[in-house]
């Protein structure tokens, strides 16, 4: 069955230390989406790729970076300058072939990262 | 700034009963309007989408109604079953004119509960 895999789906991480969360699809979609989802709220974007080697910013991509070095996999390092203390990260895609389309994206799991 | 808001942030509904749940949005870009469910610990899951051209789009128990001059759209759930107990999400997305990329905009978030 085509999906996303994120993993892992728990990580605790150290204050000053820099963690990496991995998304892997196979659904051959052209665009990668990561989010976070705070408590009692909705999903912002940390990063997007259109396209392979090529990302563009989000609304909260402060303390966070990512690579695009392979069409299915998109993963994204979370920094020391990140002080969120825990939230879920959402890993999306979506194709963007079709032209003006309804393209949906499709979400992972996600992964709940915790600061010891 | 929220671009897409949400109401209510929690609902409570007898099964049987109509579960609606309401967005706004101010960005007059934006060309589709998906809605998400997401069950505890899974990444959410698209339910249904509407396009601006159309007021009504039903899914078996799900139907949006879109009221483009007020820019609101809400989602009724019809016989609503403790199954659907869930949060749920709307969202938002700039067409291509727009110059952008069609990422998502999401509203804060529902959580829904069905008592039997």
């Known amino acids: 069955d085509g999906g996303i895999t994120q993993s892992p789906k728990y990580l605790f991480r150290k204050e000053g230390q820099n963690v990496t969360l991995s998304c892997e699809q196979n659904l051959n979609h052209d665009a990668m989406y990561w989010y976070r989802q705070d408590p009692g709220q909705g999903l912002r974007l940390i990063y997007y790729?259109?396209?392979?080697?090529?990302?563009q910013k989000g609304d909260i991509a402060e303390g966070y970076s990512v690579s695009r070095e392979k069409k299915e996999s998109f993963p994204l390092t979370v920094t020391s300058a990140q002080k969120t203390p825990t939230a879920f990260y959402l890993c999306?895609?979506?194709?963007?072939?079709?032209?003006?389309?309804?393209?949906?994206?499709?979400f992972g799991d996600g992964t709940r990262l915790s600061i010891l | 700034q929220q671009q897409v808001k949400q109401s209510p942030q929690s609902l409570i509904v007898q099964k049987g009963g109509i579960s609606i749940i309401n967005c706004a949005y101010e960005?007059?870009?934006?060309?589709?309007f998906p809605w998400y469910q997401q069950f505890p610990g899974k990444g959410p899951a698209l339910l249904i989408a509407?396009?601006?051209?159309?007021s009504e789009k039903k899914e078996g128990r799900f139907t949006i109604s879109f009221n483009k001059s007020a820019k609101q759209f809400s989602l009724h759930i019809m016989d609503s079953q403790p199954g659907d107990s869930a949060t749920y999400f709307c969202?938002?997305?700039?067409?291509?004119?727009?110059?952008?990329?069609?990422?998502?905009?999401f509203g804060s978030g529902t959580q829904l509960t069905v008592l039997p």
């Open positions: 509407i396009r601006p051209d159309v």
């Open positions: 969202a938002a997305r700039r067409g291509i004119s727009s110059g952008s990329a069609r990422q998502l905009t």
């Open positions: 999306a895609s979506s194709t963007l072939r079709g032209g003006d389309s309804n393209q949906p994206q499709h």
């Open positions: 960005n007059t870009a934006f060309d589709y």
């Open positions: 790729s259109q396209i392979v080697n090529d990302f």
